[in-house]
């Protein structure tokens, strides 16, 4: 986690050279989430001390578009047709049960799910920050750029506090997560900042939770995964809530 959140700041200071800093309108919703950003990866990985990542993963990714909704609602004034609504309730449940399934079938510490749940809580309140934020600055490069480099600063006085390790191990064995991790998380973030610049937030963060469909199907083919019956309603119930997110637009 520490590797790939590092390594975002050389793509980073790239980034805001190419693209500009944010303009100053934003930068409370950059240093909020800057925060939020820290919190979220130290309940994810509490998460995975408890249970497993197929556990954590699904509900925390499924809790968090229901609390975006909400929040969208109340504060944004984002309001969404009935099929949008339908799409991210299909999606969200589905995700949330599957990962309750996998933690029963584990006998996973509750603790787990406790972490997970406040994880999709604080995914929830970074995404409603940086959507609204990125909208401010109108510049997604430049304030994702802000943001990672913010947030590392966080994490490094953090690490320099509890975990000093942590740089003797990215340096001698996370080289690669770290410019590979990097690169690619901070390319993907970037993105959906850039999509909530032209659809609504509560949609964006949705669409972007349906990476679990295409995780499981590249383990099916590339880590000879076994496709179950499980696995296949995840990935039907998904497709259907894509389906009428689309059929609304």
Same mark, same amino acid.
Not at 77 to 102: D, P, T, W
Not at 227 to 233: D, E, G
Not at 235 to 241: R, T
């Given at each position: @986690?520490?590797?790939?959140?590092?390594?975002?700041?050389?793509?980073?200071?790239?980034?805001?050279? +190419?693209?500009?800093?944010?303009? %100053?309108?934003?930068?409370?919703?950059?240093?909020?989430?800057? *925060?939020?950003?820290?919190?979220?990866? *130290?309940?994810?990985?509490?998460?995975?001390?408890?249970?497993?990542?197929?556990?954590?993963?699904?509900?925390?990714?499924?809790?968090?578009?229901?609390?975006?909704?909400?929040?969208?609602? @109340?504060?944004?004034?984002?309001? %969404?047709?009935?099929?949008? +609504?339908?799409?991210?309730? =299909?999606?969200?449940?589905?995700?949330?049960?599957?990962?309750?399934?996998?933690?029963?079938?584990?006998?996973?510490?509750?603790?787990?799910?406790?972490?997970?749940?406040?994880?999709? =809580?604080?995914?929830?309140?970074?995404?409603?920050?940086?959507?609204?934020?990125?909208?401010?600055?109108?510049?997604?490069?430049?304030?994702?750029?802000?943001?990672?480099?913010?947030?590392?600063? %966080? +994490?490094? %006085?953090?690490?320099?506090?509890?975990?000093?390790?942590?740089?003797?191990?990215?340096?001698?064995?996370?080289?690669?997560?770290?410019?590979?991790?990097?690169?690619?998380?901070?390319?993907?973030?970037?993105?959906?900042?850039?999509? =909530?610049?032209?659809?609504?937030?509560?949609? $964006?963060?949705?669409?972007?939770?349906?990476?679990?469909?295409?995780?499981?199907?590249?383990?099916?083919?590339?880590?000879?995964?076994?496709?179950? $019956?499980?696995?296949?309603?995840?990935?039907?119930?998904? =497709?259907?809530?894509?389906?009428?997110?689309?059929?609304?637009?």
């Amino acid at each position: @986690m520490s590797a790939i959140a590092l390594g975002h700041v050389p793509f980073g200071i790239l980034g805001l050279i +190419l693209f500009g800093v944010p303009n %100053l309108e934003s930068l409370n919703y950059i240093i909020a989430s800057a *925060f939020l950003h820290v919190f979220y990866m *130290f309940f994810l990985l509490n998460a995975y001390k408890h249970a497993e990542l197929s556990q954590v993963y699904p509900i925390a990714r499924g809790l968090s578009p229901l609390i975006i909704v909400l929040l969208g609602t @109340m504060f944004l004034g984002e309001y %969404l047709s009935k099929y949008e +609504l339908s799409g991210i309730v =299909c999606i969200s449940i589905a995700l949330i049960l599957y990962g309750i399934k996998i933690g029963l079938k584990a006998r996973a510490d509750l603790k787990g799910f406790y972490f997970a749940a406040w994880t999709g =809580c604080f995914i929830a309140s970074y995404s409603v920050v940086d959507g609204y934020g990125v909208r401010v600055a109108q510049n997604a490069i430049g304030y994702t750029s802000a943001v990672d480099i913010i947030s590392a600063a %966080l +994490l490094c %006085l953090f690490l320099f506090i509890f975990k000093r390790k942590a740089f003797s191990g990215i340096r001698q064995q996370g080289q690669k997560t770290f410019w590979i991790g990097g690169s690619l998380g901070f390319l993907a973030y970037a993105i959906v900042l850039w999509a =909530c610049l032209h659809a609504p937030i509560s949609i $964006v963060y949705t669409l972007r939770e349906t990476s679990v469909l295409f995780a499981v199907l590249l383990a099916t083919v590339f880590l000879k995964e076994k496709l179950t $019956v499980s696995k296949i309603l995840l990935i039907g119930v998904l =497709c259907i809530g894509v389906g009428l997110i689309k059929f609304s637009l």
